[in-house]
């Protein structure tokens, strides 16, 4: 089993910064990508910026030129920088870890408990 914890979220105001952490544990063969998504209030959960194993990097539009998604495959770990936050930005930002354990090598998909960001004045 897999577990996803997230940490780094908190209340900003407009144009601050923050950056979230996120750590995966357990029997991990390899991990194949992990991510960060958010769900804004009232609203469905959506992609924000993932890393794939060999570091590539996919953003959503809405935050490209702002968020910066770095990782350090030998920790399992992700991080989130988040630079000229909006109020838009408000939301539960969750990780998301994709692989394959090294038990039975299946894969997995985890997701964390998710942080509060808050962007307001």
């Known amino acids: 089993q897999v577990q996803v914890v997230e940490s780094g979220g908190g209340l900003v105001q407009p144009g601050g910064s923050l950056r979230l952490s996120c750590a995966a544990s357990?029997?991990?063969?390899?991990?194949?990508?992990m991510g960060w998504y958010r769900q804004p209030p009232g609203k469905e959960r959506e992609l924000v910026a993932v890393i794939i194993s060999g570091g590539r990097t996919t953003y959503a539009d809405s935050v490209k030129g702002r968020f910066t998604i770095s990782g350090d495959n030998a920790k399992n770990t992700v991080y989130l920088q988040m630079n000229s936050l909006k109020p838009e930005d408000t939301a539960v930002y969750y990780c998301?870890?994709?692989?394959?354990?090294?038990?039975?090598?299946?894969?997995?998909?985890?997701w964390g408990q998710g942080t509060q960001v808050t962007v307001s004045s």
């Open positions: 998301n870890a994709n692989g394959v354990t090294a038990t039975k090598l299946i894969s997995f998909t985890s």
């Open positions: 357990g029997t991990i063969f390899r991990m194949n990508s």
